[in-house]
């Protein structure tokens, strides 16, 4: 099942198998594929890397599938979507169906020896990135639209309100904070590649912090906006001759009833879409970076502070 060799030839490497969830590769001119695990000997065919062109011969994509594809299917007009300008991360299976990589494209063939570190330096620069700096863009279109709908609504200055978002503001720049950390305390590795990579410590603390943050950004602006976040009827209605002066007089608040559909449905799309199990998962789910973090801690080195504070000599 896992992307692996199955024939070795003087030019190049044929391989087999599938990669679940590729965001984006059906639309990316190169899909770059490394190990989905640390290996051991005697997994050699499975310690392959390479690089693979858009549609390669033997490579089949199947798209994703879900009630946000259905509802973009069914629209009229991209402005009834929650994300219109840009749309879902698209992601796909992508199957590798006896696939020739040349040899110039091929950068590991069977060193498992390598395959650890390979991924620990792939994780650690995905993670800075996916939990630190995405998911933060992510949470300022929640975090505006959020306040958008308080002050359509008129709660902006409650203080539970103003609580609400602020503690959302806190989760966000927190995680923003420890990319931030990972890439300034990024170190030449291995010395003299000329190669910098993130600190693993805080690239990881960045991942789980928003993995744990997300869920709490989206209840609060799920608390924020009302129910109506998912009541709303449709767009449509606010077209169709018998429903349209309902919809404008009933869904107004302190701006027309378009206009707050329209942040509403934002909201919609990002607390009750995809986007709770994506930011979980996307870039390893938590345990993987609990095994990390408990890695990468110099626990020695607390250890010796702790026993010179309590006076213990060994
Ligand atoms: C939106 C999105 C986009 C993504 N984009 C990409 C992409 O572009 N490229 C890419 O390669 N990947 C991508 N991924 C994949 C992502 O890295 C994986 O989803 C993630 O590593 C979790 O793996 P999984 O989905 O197989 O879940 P699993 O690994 O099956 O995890 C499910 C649960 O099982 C537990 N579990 C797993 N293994 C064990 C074990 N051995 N023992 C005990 N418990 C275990 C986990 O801790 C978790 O609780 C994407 C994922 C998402 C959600």
Redesign the pocket.
Known sequence: MYVHVVQRRSDGVIVRGA???????FAAHETVVIP?GALRKGEEDYGVAFAVPNSAKGITYILQFNPLSAEREQAEDIFHLGNPQFGQ?E?CLMVFDDVFIPNERVFMCGEVEFSGSLIQRFAKT?RMNCGGACKVGFADIIIGAAQLAAEYTGTEKAPHIREAITNMIRISEASHACAIAAAVKGKEEPPGSGVYMPDDLFGNVAKISTAHGFWQIMALAGDIVGGLVVTMPSFKELKNPATKGYMEKYLKAAVPAEKRMRVTKVLQNWTAG?HG????????????QMISLHRAANLEEKKRIAKKIAGIED
Do not use: F
């Open positions: 990669k679940l969830h590729q965001s984006g590769a989905g991360r992601t995905h995809l199990p994506g930011t979980w998962h996307g870039a390893g789910s938590t345990q993987a």
